[in-house]
């Protein structure tokens, strides 16, 4: 239904391809389909041909059996009829089939394309675009994209067919043909105009629909105060204003959408009694035969319909193309980080060296300048600091996530640019604040970095997590499903599986960005004891957040404005009453035994 | 304050058939009985009249080949102007009957859903998902209008577009009627046998959008674990694949698509009419007008075709989305009222007594299995145990958000299925893990369901929350409305808006989930002390990670897989269970030896422990 309304949800993009540019890379895609499209276009010709030669060619007919009726004219009229109907719907079926699988292998193409692009970016990229966008380009863009196809072809095949029709017409009878074209501007200018303002009133159905939704979420959601309350015939009044408003609304945007096949069609209706009227005083002149007379009327009907849809076009192909853009754009990004070298390295010990390292997320804001930090292996290293003070930059230009400006960080003694990244990156073990887990089972999850363990190994990784007492509280053991993101699973659990699934890379360097929301007590026991394994005979590097982890590490790194300032233990840390001081009683202090002791004196009395 | 009673009615309110999907909607489009049979008539007008054109130009033809005069034409024109208009108009105004119909039914199914969803239990709204609701109340009523409009006008639409012009065939000559009737029975099988393809592979292409989307959204989530895993090419697999697959069904679409068989016979029928039509005119019993007329009704079953295929699946769609609006509107609530139950003011005695509780359908594994413990009037118990231990479910067999499948579960020595359930509730308050606020100001947050209270009464109980600072420091104070202008509250300054309604409500039983996290010590500071504060005087059951709460509980009950497996006090506890000195092996405790190793094991002599302290 209203075709002409399609697409009216389109935004405005910028555009930043040039137009032979776009072509250029369009054509690219469909060089494949080179011989599929042939095809298509010699099915769009055919099926206009018999698609207009139709009506013309019953017309004649009319004329031709008030001449002739013997019986082999009459079979002759109704096989050509029927034939030039069959053949119609043969080319039309053979069209469409061909270019569905032209365009579905076009968008395949693409989308294959769009998504080795995204997975090539450095994380810098995924920090600038949100994961729904990046998702709508590789999806749904990409189908958008192949309206401009599908358009194109339809657009072809009804000017043909206009013009094959028109043609026609003008060689029977000009004039005639001058009336029927006379009435395309005002079919053109009403279907335009009903766009305008079918676009306004969806744009407020739109907000309406969106004001329902949020006031249903709200009230649902905290129906247990609202009762607990005695608030619901407030709630329900407020619901009564939003519904009505809705309606109102809403049964606009019905009667705009319901009123422009009728008004096209008084529109229709005029042009067909003027053609009636003047072709049949022409007719009775005999300057037309009564066939003629009848095409004219019958083409008439045959000329409205494609005009709407040419009408709406070009907005429509304007969004396709927009659509494409975006997709080229995104294939197009080039990624920061860049690897001088590939070399591969048998084994690694984990020393890690940063040399005089600058580093910037953008140009305003320098986050490390001259950073220089020798780590060694084996060592359990603890980065404490506000946030923005670069403790978790210096994770991240590790795992090489991140481009950095100047300086050198070296692995043991390996210029860390020059390294073949996948085989590095098998060294590290990450686990980060929010652990991520995918949607399957534990088992999966935990085999995730190394798809090809046996069960055996998978089930001995979990089982030196904790001693594997947290696998009894999985309904399912490592069979349990974790749902969507790990949803299924409290967020303790997601971070004992993850730490199942670093035990399984068994990593040379383990770097740990500890989460701040707390768990229960019971699991963050087992958590902690799930660490003690795996930061043992590793180069651990802990962005700490738990007052524990501090206290084990082997060398605390304070942290401020991208600088070291102090270094040391615990211990000595704390005698110094400086920054890390300051730190513990701003972060750590209320995770201490002390304050678990102290907590009764201190608030009873209040 | 008082809970509300589990129903709500409104007056006058339009009763309709809820017996199922279709009566149901049948007694909404009754309410509007006249739009219909006005729609309806419309459409008639509209059939007949439109297709009183091709009679017209039958006739115009008939002047042109036998010219009766100069004004005839003009006439034939007038009467086809004015046939055509009226057909029109009368589609305009049909359609805008229907549309009116439409739009009035969707706002009629929602409210009728919202009163029912009002009257609801909280034992239904704690079991429901929002966005379940939120489908139902948005995306079915939705395609509840589609159905009626254009769904249901397409399908008298399509009725009348085939009969009307056959009728008029009819009149010119009956033998016509033959190869169009033949065509509608071929007709009816292959838009079924059409429908009945298409729809699975419409659906699977759904469905593996929906996955492509999905699995894509989750590598690019997980962009860095697949990084750090080095797994880019298990996953530009498994992309691949879903993307390949989706091509499969696009393509098969496309070619069922391709090949509606309806468009095939309705040429192949053109041809045959058009030929009897020539044979009648041979042997004399047919005008060329007439065979004029007749190609134009013919020309007239074209849009019917085209529109019939939408329509089933409109009907298909409208009956599911009714059947889940009603499934909720008919859902019945399980715990009685209780209404003449016993109306007591609450000391806060609470006891288990063998309570053993399983969800009803579900593989009947119990979550809570023969828990036994007593709590003093004022006491304040911490629950302990990983998560899926049950203790949340401990805690909502107090309120009877479920009741308990054996055992009892006693507040001040009589069953909880004994109290009235709104005096029972009214005394029991629960914070939950995620509190609730409305998008309203803080203080009528604070003071939801009592407009009234005085400024200084909100204040003063914002204070005792330790909420009063927090609020002053927002450029609005207490007028600040939650969700806008970037005004976004961390859990902990939500668990302490939800306090400070605690200390307004005064409840005997308060119930804290309390798993939210600070991350400075100052706000640990300030939460622990809000907490300390609602704890006086009434019984205080709290879920909570914090050690400090834990430590200093009256009773502390461990739980795990569903069982009691530790109580007592802090001291006890790390002489006797496992269990709980592990969470304190990380510090520096000097633990006491480990007194009776299968103490733990032993759950009901745990459980009778916190008695003996009491």
């Known amino acids: 239904m209203g075709f002409i309304m399609d697409g009216l949800d389109a935004e405005e993009y910028d555009r930043q391809y040039t137009d032979r540019d776009l072509v250029r890379r369009i054509a690219h895609y469909f060089r494949p389909q080179a011989k599929r499209m042939g095809l298509v276009a010699l099915m769009i010709v055919l099926n206009s041909l018999a698609y207009t030669g139709l009506p013309i060619y019953i017309s004649n007919s009319i004329d031709r059996v008030q001449e002739n009726t013997s019986t082999n004219t009459l079979l002759t009229i109704a096989a050509v009829t029927i034939l030039l109907g069959s053949l119609g719907w043969v080319f039309n079926a053979v069209r469409r089939s061909i270019a569905a699988s032209a365009v579905g292998n076009v968008v395949l193409h693409l989308r294959e394309d769009a998504f080795d692009a995204v997975v090539k970016r450095d994380l810098s990229f995924y920090d600038s675009y949100p994961s729904g966008k990046i998702v709508s380009r590789v999806t749904s863009d990409t189908q958008a994209f192949s309206q401009v196809v599908t358009l194109t072809m339809e657009l072809f095949s009804e000017i043909l067919m206009v013009v094959l029709l028109v043609s026609y017409l003008m060689s029977v009878n000009i004039r005639l043909t001058l009336y029927v074209l006379a009435l395309a501007p005002f079919i053109v200018v009403t279907a335009l105009a009903f766009r305008k303002i079918a676009r306004q009133t969806v744009t407020q159905s739109r907000r309406i629909n969106a004001e329902v939704s949020a006031h249903i979420q709200e009230t649902v959601s905290g129906i247990s105060v609202a009762k607990t309350f005695r608030q619901e015939h407030a709630i329900y009044g407020e619901f009564l204003d939003v519904n009505k408003r809705s309606y109102q609304i809403n049964l606009r945007t019905g009667f705009v959408f319901n009123s422009i096949f009728p008004i096209l069609g008084i529109l229709s209706g005029i042009g067909t009694v003027v053609i009636v009227y003047a072709g049949g005083l022409t007719a009775k002149d005999g300057a037309l035969s009564a066939g003629d007379w009848f095409l004219f009327v019958q083409g008439l009907q045959m000329f409205w319909f494609p005009l709407t849809s040419i009408a709406s076009f070009w907005s429509q192909f304007q969004i396709g193309l927009a659509a494409g853009e975006r997709v080229f754009a995104l294939i197009d990004a080039e990624p920061k980080v860049v690897q001088t070298g590939h070399d591969e390295l048998a084994q690694l010990y984990g020393a890690i060296t940063f040399e005089n390292v600058d580093f910037r997320y953008n140009e305003d804001e320098p986050v490390l300048k001259d950073f220089s930090l020798d780590i060694k292996a084996g060592e359990t290293l603890a980065l404490v600091g506000h946030t923005g003070s670069g403790k978790s930059s210096i994770a991240r230009l590790i795992t090489r996530f991140y481009e950095f400006q100047g300086g050198r960080i070296l692995v043991d003694e390996h210029d860390v640019r020059s390294l073949n990244l996948a085989n590095y990156r098998a060294f590290l073990g990450i686990v980060t604040q929010t652990p991520f887990l995918f949607d399957g089972t534990v088992r999966d999850n935990i085999r995730y970095g190394c798809q090809d363990a046996s069960d055996e190994d998978v089930l001995s990784a979990a089982r030196s997590v904790a001693g594997g007492d947290w696998l009894d509280n999985l309904p399912n053991g490592l069979d349990t499903e974790v749902g969507e993101r790990g949803s299924n699973l409290s967020m303790g659990q997601r971070q004992l599986v993850a730490l199942a699934r670093v035990l399984l890379q068994d990593p040379s360097i383990f770097i740990l960005d500890e989460a701040t929301a707390s768990v229960d007590p019971l699991t963050e026991a087992l958590i902690q004891e799930g660490l003690d394994t795996v930061m043992k005979y590793r180069t651990s590097i802990v962005i700490a957040h738990r007052l524990s982890t501090i206290k084990n590490a082997n060398r605390i790194i304070v942290l401020r404005e991208g600088e070291i300032i102090e270094q040391g233990n615990h211990e000595e840390l704390l005698a110094q009453n400086g920054h890390y001081a300051e730190l513990y009683n701003t972060y750590f202090r209320h995770q201490s035994l002390e304050y678990i002791e102290e907590s009764q004196r201190l608030f009873s009395a209040a | ?614």
């Open chain 2, 1 to 614: 304050m008082s809970v509300a009673k589990s129903e709500f009615t409104v007056q006058n309110a339009y009763s309709y058939n809820q017996k199922d999907a279709r009566r149901w909607i049948l007694s909404h489009i009754w309410r509007y009985k006249w739009f219909f049979i006005g729609a309806v008539l419309f459409s008639m007008i509209d059939f007949f009249s439109y297709s009183q054109g091709p009679v017209q130009v039958g006739r115009a033809a008939d002047e042109i080949l036998n010219p009766t005069g100069d004004t005839a034409l003009i006439h034939i024109g007038l009467v086809l102007l004015a046939v055509l208009m009226t057909s029109s108009f009368a589609f305009l105004f049909g359609s805008l009957l229907v549309e009116t119909l439409a739009q009035r039914i969707e706002a009629d199914a929602r409210q009728e859903l919202y009163i029912s969803l009002l009257g609801k239990s909280q034992t239904f709204h704690n079991r429901q998902r929002v966005g379940d609701i939120m489908a139902r109340a948005t995306d079915d009523v939705k395609q509840l209008n589609f159905m009626l409009s254009p769904g249901l006008r397409f399908i008298y639409e399509t009725v009348m577009g085939m009969a009307v012009p056959l009728i008029y065939i009819a009149f010119i000559k009956f033998e016509l009627l033959l190869v169009p009737a033949i065509f509608l029975v071929c007709y009816g099988i292959a838009v079924r046998r059409y429908v009945r393809r298409l729809n699975p592979v419409m659906q699977s292409q759904r469905e593996q959008f929906g996955k492509l989307n999905a699995g894509l959204e989750e590598t690019i989530s997980g962009i860095e674990i697949v990084k750090a895993s080095v797994q880019e090419s298990y996953e530009r697999t498994r992309f691949r694949r879903n993307a390949r697959l989706f091509r499969d069904y696009f393509v098969k679409q496309g070619q069922l698509e391709a090949r509606y068989l309806p468009f095939l016979l309705y040429g192949i029928a053109l041809g045959f009419t058009f030929l009897h039509a020539m044979v009648l005119y041979r042997n004399g019993s047919v005008t060329i007008p007439q065979i004029i007329a007749v190609m134009g009704l013919m020309n007239v079953l074209r849009f019917p075709v085209f529109i019939s295929i939408f329509s089933f699946s409109l009907v298909q769609l409208g009956i599911a989305g009714a059947d889940r609006i009603l499934h909720i509107v008919k859902a019945e609530t399980e715990l009685d009222e209780n209404a003449g139950g016993h109306r007591h003011d609450i000391q806060g005695n609470v006891t288990f007594e063998n309570v053993t509780f399983a969800y009803e359908g579900k593989d009947n594994t119990p979550v809570l299995e023969n828990i036994s413990f007593h709590i003093e009037a004022g006491q304040t118990v911490a629950i302990v145990g990983q998560t899926g231990s049950g203790k949340s479910t401990l805690t909502q067999l107090i309120n009877r958000t479920y009741d308990v499948s054996t055992g009892r579960v006693l507040i001040d020595g009589v069953d909880v299925r004994e109290w009235d359930l709104t005096k029972l509730r009214s005394q029991i308050s629960t914070i939950e893990q995620d509190v609730f606020l409305f998008s309203r100001t803080l203080a009528e947050n604070i003071a939801f369901g009592a407009p009234d209270t005085p400024q200084e009464q909100i204040e003063q109980a914002a204070r005792e929350a330790q909420a009063h600072d927090f609020i002053q420091s927002f450029a609005d104070g207490y007028e600040t409305k939650v969700g806008e202008r970037g005004v976004t509250l961390s859990g902990g300054q939500r668990q302490r808006i939800a306090l400070s309604r605690a200390f307004l409500s005064d409840p005997r039983i308060l119930i804290l989930d309390d798993s939210t996290s600070a991350i400075d010590s100052a706000t640990e500071d300030e939460i622990q002390q809000a907490i300390r504060r609602a704890q006086q005087g009434r019984t205080t059951l709290l879920i909570t990670h914090r050690l400090s709460q834990i430590r200093w509980a009256d009773v502390i009950v461990v739980l795990d897989h569903g069982r009691v497996v530790a109580a007592g006090t802090h001291d006890a506890l790390l002489r006797t269970s496992p269990h709980y000195r592990r969470i304190f092996a990380r510090y520096d405790v000097d633990l006491p030896p480990l007194e009776t190793p299968d103490a733990e094991v032993n759950a009901e002599t745990a459980a009778r422990e916190p008695e003996v302290i009491a």
